[in-house]
């Protein structure tokens, strides 16, 4: 596969360039949760500049590792989201990022629904993952989504020919349109599905495109161990670890007149 990206007939709805003295809370919650909230992770989710912050027009996320008295280790991170702020139906959704390398990270950038009570909890409600990289294995990033009950994924991995992904930042982008989901890195597509679907535990099927049919937020977060990704141990510098972003946006098709004049 090797379409290009095109952003003609779209246009810009949502940026941040991350260029402002703090985070901008008004596009950006920050959310916490508890060790182990999902994955079986070790790292609570927590609201410090000691984890998100911004340096020279760059979001950083930063993994903190804290030893205690008895030799226990103890981890925080950061994790933010656009959830009731800017939520998104269709569109194309891009990143520049770059991440961390160590064993148990895992950086992401995706979207998750926004009512989850449409079709039901993760995950019929439906879960799309745009950039998920292992900090063992940063030369590939994997796309993903999630759905169905029982839970069900579609998934397509790319590799760099050249380099990896923490030595540079790299463009991450979705194209999410009715009926097609299509990932990129760089401009050029790697990935496509045209193929899920949404079912409770009744097992019936709600018409294509469900769930992929209403708002999604973005999230930005970096974990710290898990289920899928493994765990940390001695090699993993936490010092110098970061999830760094350089920008987000989002583009969504420009309606022509005649459209506009049917939605009033």
Known sequence: ???????????????????????????WNVELHEPGWVNEELQEYVDSEENIFLRDGKLLIRPVKTVHKDGSPSYTSGRISTQHKRDFTYGLFEARLKVPRGKGFLPAFWLMTTDEDRYGQWPECGEIDIMEIWGSHT?????????????????????????DFAEEFQNFSLLWEPGLLRWYVDGRSFYETREWFSAGADGVKKPCPAPFDHDMYLILNLAVGGSWVGYPDETTDFEHAAFEVDYVRVYQKIQSSTEVTAHG
């Open 1 to 27: 596969m090797d379409d290009l990206l095109s952003y003609q007939n779209y246009e810009l709805v949502f940026e941040d360039n991350f260029d402002s003295p703090a985070l901008d809370r008004n596009r």
């Open 139 to 163: 030369g590939k990033n994997h796309g993903t989504i999630h759905y169905g009950l029982p839970h069900r994924e579609s998934q397509g991995t790319v590799a760099l020919e050249n380099g």
